[in-house]
């Protein structure tokens, strides 16, 4: 099967002959058979013809929109899986206890995968982080006497605060980074998970979608949010050891390089460079395909 990802500005995204075409602006033009085609991810300003539309809904071949910065759209889909049985279970499990002690769960598992990524680099690079595992571990005891999300996602901040603080000391010097950034991602390594977290977010939206639930019915991310809340509710847990670690593996084994990002001017930050989509997205792919 193949995933169609498009990161470029004033693209053109068509269908002729069974064949999904992509255009881009120097003239260069890509087909890939529709049969084989399982989703269409656009981050940017890319186009698409009313009639690649008609097919990727009568197919259901979803297509998620972002920013270049990796902020979500939408996503246009087919009514093909909805189940609104299943759909007001959940709503009514949003108010139960259930919230409560799943969040507890992904977070815990969360902290868990954090330190796991911590310990291996540390290991690797010879370069002392205890501190932060010593806080996340602090903080990963604390969830067990939680009895809201604000209290849960409390513990999470500062979890997430030292975990990044422990990333920035391990990797290669050349993209050392200064705690998380977005919308834009202000360095390389923010970029490459920004873009990660955005590739996986599109991948468990699809799986909750298959399943006859709603995406945006979360448990520990509230409505307030207006994003898929469930999609991210269930990637905490695999965030570090699917995309951190992966990004970490990458810039720490000279698989990609400095000259693979750009900085948009037109939307301030830190992007990959076609080329460096390219590499990253493979491997992220990978690592997805392999644990989801």
């Not at 997430?160 to 360095?187: Q, W």
């Amino acid at each position: 099967m193949s995933l169609l990802f498009i990161n470029e500005n004033n693209v053109t995204i068509g269908i002729e002959s069974n064949r999904c075409t992509v255009r881009y602006a120097d003239g260069m033009i890509k087909m890939v058979p529709i049969e084989t085609l399982e989703s269409i991810t656009i981050m940017g300003r890319a186009q698409m013809t009313t009639q690649c539309v008609q097919e990727c809904l009568k197919r259901g071949i979803p297509v998620a929109y972002f920013s270049k910065g990796g902020t979500y759209f939408g996503r246009l889909q087919s009514t093909g899986h909805i189940n609104a049985e299943r759909q007001r279970m959940q709503c009514r499990l949003y108010e139960s206890q259930f919230s409560i002690d799943l969040a507890k769960n992904i977070i815990s598992a969360k902290m868990k995968n954090q330190q796991v990524v911590l310990r291996r680099y540390e290991k690797s690079k010879g370069i002392a982080v205890s501190d932060s595992i010593k806080m996340l571990h602090i903080c990963r005891d604390k969830l067990s006497g939680c009895h809201t999300i604000q209290e849960l996602m409390g513990y999470e901040g500062q979890g997430a605060k030292a975990y990044f603080d422990g990333l920035s000391a391990v990797i290669n010097p050349e993209f050392v980074f200064h705690g998380r950034s977005r919308r834009p991602p202000r360095d390389e390594f923010n970029s490459m998970i920004s873009l990660g977290y955005s590739v996986l977010m599109n991948e468990l939206y699809g799986k909750i979608e298959a399943k006859g639930l709603n995406p945006y019915f979360g448990f520990m991310h509230r409505d307030k949010e207006q994003h898929p809340t469930l999609a991210s509710d269930l990637m905490e847990e695999w965030r570090a050891v699917i995309v951190d670690s992966t990004a970490m593996s990458m810039i720490n084994g000279h698989e990609i390089q400095k000259d693979d990002f750009t900085i948009d001017l037109e939307e301030p930050g830190c992007f990959l460079s076609r080329n460096g989509i390219k590499i990253f997205f493979v491997q992220i792919r990978k690592e997805i395909a392999d644990r989801c």
